[in-house]
């Protein structure tokens, strides 16, 4: 009965903010949000604010799936990556009391960090040009289970042992939560208050965003507060939530009032000396070395979502998603924060946004018809980068494309080049060389962008799989490897114990999902080392030892 009460008061309250917004607002939310609108699973919270004030926010699906505690607009979340705002303000705040320089070198107060002769600067680390390793990259492919307990000891003990970066500092953008890791260390170094602390007493309560914290573990209480979820291998609910006390690249739970709080304090900064420059700098994208624009700030994405400027910044962290979105030209703010495992905070947010800005919807593919003599080019294999294979065949007018342990799935043209599935959002841009032959295709699904080559994948001989047999070991994260070949590919077997499959993709080159291997030989043709790039870590040297 009291939830029931609550519902009642809350549609009441959202009513009578409508004044700004469309009737229909509500309902055409529900059709965005269908996928959260559940009674039995997690979902997420959305919220609108027009003119500093939140005009409507609703809870859909269940912060607790056991207790069955369902979300609500004031469910307290962990907004992942959209933390990073709120670690770079209180390095600002910290530079404005003198306690620091945006610009110092890190090592003068993170010295154990290797930097191997090159200058990296507070202020690389949070545009995300330093060059550093990214350590819940170097954490994961080591194996260490993420949702676990993690303190910074560990994160610290990883990034000593780097022996290399994965590029000049300064050279080029590449997202990495060590950069704020090492933020949260160098706050408490300066101020001797943990980053939890400072941002409380800093951020926090001078906003009056009373239900806002940088947690700093998944053992504390917090009234409200939603549990993660994901989807388990044979599609069961999971409990995800994690036990990392590592924090300042995220941590911070909040809810979408104290969202709003915040986001107004662009519009009137009320923190430190209340200076206006201190909000200016924040939005002051960064350059790299060759003056290039990132698009990136301090914490925050600015960009534009069809020619409305806006600030924004996701976050995704182990069955929590965000998106946080500000359009400070039409003083409106968009906010939505799951917990279910998806991504669907940042697409939620931007059909909300489009309802709110009186913005078209994009166009969605457009099927035409192509006659099968304009089909019949594309028909053949492509390979993946971890050796498996794209099929696309042709009955009659109508192309099906099949990867390797998947059934076929009709394509369809948007254009002479372009095709996109129907069962799934995903699209097919093959691509022509100088002649008109169509010698590879790009896949595009979700954030993946995967570039295929035409043919079959590399065969290797069994002098190529004999040349790899061995026993590698990484010194800059605690990884072994040992590769046999197992009939006509390799095995690889990790420091665990767990097996996994090794596809040469060359003679020279290796990979598994997610992950690709390159070999160095001496000059008599042995293999002396291999090179592995993942995501955002990229180069670690894992030496032969056998």
Not at 107 to 114: A, H, L, Q
Request: proline share 5%.
């Amino acid at each position: 009965m009291a939830r029931a009460l609550f519902t009642l008061s809350f549609a009441a309250l959202v009513a009578s903010s409508f004044a700004q917004l469309p009737s229909d607002f509500e309902s055409k939310v529900d059709t965005v949000c269908k996928e959260w609108n559940t009674k039995s699973g997690p979902g997420g919270v959305v919220g609108v604010a027009v003119d500093g004030k939140l005009v409507f926010a609703k809870g859909y699906g269940l912060a607790n799936v056991e207790s069955g505690t369902p979300n609500t607009a004031d469910t307290v979340m962990d907004v992942g990556s959209v933390s990073k705002q709120f670690t770079a303000v209180c390095m600002l705040l910290l530079q404005e009391e003198g306690k620091l320089d945006l610009d110092d070198d890190i090592t003068k107060y993170v010295p154990e960090i290797p930097t191997f002769g090159k200058t990296v600067t507070i202020r690389q680390l949070l545009e995300h040009v330093s060059g550093l390793r990214d350590y819940l990259t170097l954490m994961a492919v080591s194996g260490w289970n993420l949702q676990d307990r993690r303190t910074f000891e560990d994160a610290m003990d990883v990034m000593t042992l780097q022996q290399g970066l994965n590029s000049e500092p300064g050279a080029r953008f590449n997202y990495c939560n060590t950069g704020y890791m090492l933020c949260a260390v160098i706050v408490e170094r300066v101020s001797g208050s943990t980053l939890a602390r400072y941002a409380k007493d800093n951020v926090f309560t001078p906003l009056g965003m009373d239900k806002s914290s940088f947690v700093t573990g998944g053992s504390a209480i917090l009234p409200d507060r939603a549990l993660s979820y994901q989807k388990g291998l044979l599609g069961q609910t999971q409990n995800a939530t994690s036990g990392m006390e590592i924090y300042g690249d995220g941590g911070v739970h909040t809810t979408v009032a104290d969202l709003v709080k915040w986001h107004e304090n662009f519009v009137d900064n009320k923190l430190g000396k209340k200076r206006k420059e201190l909000v200016a700098e924040m939005l002051e994208v960064g350059v790299t070395n060759d003056k290039k624009p990132t698009k990136y700030a301090l914490g925050l994405f600015v960009d534009d979502l069809d020619g409305v400027p806006r600030v924004q910044h996701g976050g995704n962290w182990l069955g929590f998603n965000a998106m946080t979105q500000r359009y400070p030209t039409k003083h409106v703010s968009v906010f939505a924060l799951g917990n279910d495992g998806t991504n669907l905070s940042s697409p939620y947010a931007d059909q909300i946004a489009r309802l709110v800005l009186n913005l078209p919807a994009p166009a969605e593919n457009a099927e035409i018809k192509l006659a099968a003599e304009k089909l019949k080019p594309f028909e053949g294999t492509y390979a993946f980068p971890d050796g498996r294979v794209l099929t696309v065949s042709r009955n009659a007018e109508q192309l099906s494309a099949q990867v390797t342990g998947q059934q076929a799935l009709p394509i369809f043209a948007s254009s002479d080049t372009k095709f996109f599935y129907k069962a799934v959002k995903a699209t097919l841009d093959f691509k022509k060389d100088d002649s008109g032959s169509v010698v590879g295709v790009t896949l595009r699904q979700g954030p993946a962008v995967i570039e295929m080559k035409r043919g079959e994948p590399f065969k290797p001989s069994p002098e190529d799989l004999k040349g790899w047999v061995g026993t590698y070991v990484c010194h800059e994260m605690p990884m072994t490897i040992d590769v046999t070949v197992d009939g006509d590919r390799l095995k690889g077997v990790d420091q665990d114990g767990d097996p996994f499959p090794l596809s040469l993709t060359s003679k020279d080159s290796a990979s598994v999902p997610g992950m690709s291997i390159k070999a160095v030989r001496d000059s008599g043709g042995t293999i002396r080392y291999v090179t592995l790039d993942v995501g955002r870590a990229v180069g670690m040297r894992l030496i032969r030892k056998s």
